[in-house]
């Protein structure tokens, strides 16, 4: 065991942590997205709305689901100043890499930076009329379950929220995985619909915000449901068991 930690398992992350090999694959990811993007007869609802949205609101605030975040940056209009809360560890660098090939820009995170921090990162983003994008399940769930951080967000500035998500026809679900992500093949039949637009209202109580998540994260689940049926596939559902342990509100599980 210790040979394999020695001769295997630290060259291999070491390897894997070089900025070379996260380049690489940050390009890899980008051009299949890309090729699949291309090759696949999209139907769309809700899409240019949500760039007008974005310009005639000076920025958004933009939710999707961890499991469904890779082919959304295919969508991106170029006028669009879109910048995305990134982790810095590996993942995140990769992921960084794909979104800014994209015309994203990266708002970099640490698991060492408070809570505060991060927040100051997107209040200032959105104030100076860019919008947003947060993944609200992500890092590591539970799956489809909002935290409150957007609607802290929309509520502070009075940017509107919007969700988005998506659904390819000849794909594959990691069920393993805890987000349960779908990887699209190209030459596919595919789907990407936006929610209508939810805004908060500035004279609400902090304790009121529960409502808007609720509502926001029903929006956003319903709109993924719909995309997974219109293709043919079963809707992935929010992880129940993660929520209950978690002692999370219940939401719309339909």
Request: aromatic share 10%; charged share 25%.
């Amino acid at each position: 065991m210790n040979l394999y930690k020695k001769y295997i398992k630290k060259p291999l992350k070491k390897i894997g942590s070089s900025r070379f090999v996260i380049n690489l694959i940050s390009s890899i990811f980008y051009y299949y997205t890309k090729l699949v993007g291309k090759t696949t007869r999209w139907h769309t609802e809700g899409v240019e709305e949500f760039h007008k949205l974005a310009k005639d609101n000076n920025g958004i605030i933009l939710v999707i689901w961890h499991g469904r975040a890779a082919m959304l940056p295919f969508f991106k209009q170029k006028s669009l100043s879109l910048d995305a809360l990134v982790s810095v560890h590996r993942d995140g660098q990769m992921i960084a890499g794909l979104l800014k090939r994209y015309g994203i820009g990266i708002i970099g995170a640490s698991s060492n930076e408070n809570a505060v921090s991060g927040a100051l990162k997107l209040m200032r983003t959105l104030k100076e009329d860019t919008s947003i994008c947060i993944i609200p399940d992500g890092p590591r769930g539970p799956r489809m379950v909002m935290t409150k951080s957007p609607i802290y967000y929309a509520w502070k500035t009075g940017k509107p929220l919007i969700g988005a998500s998506y659904s390819i026809s000849n794909s594959i679900l990691v069920t393993k995985a805890w987000d349960h992500t779908m990887i699209p093949f190209p030459f596919s039949n595919g789907v990407c619909k936006t929610t209508k637009p939810l805004y908060i209202p500035k004279d609400v109580s902090e304790k009121d915000l529960e409502k808007y998540r609720i509502e926001m994260e029903n929006r956003l689940n319903q709109v993924a449901f719909e995309c997974d049926r219109e293709m043919n596939l079963t809707p992935v559902k929010p992880d129940i068991n993660a929520i209950n342990n978690k002692h999370r509100p219940s939401s719309n599980r339909k």
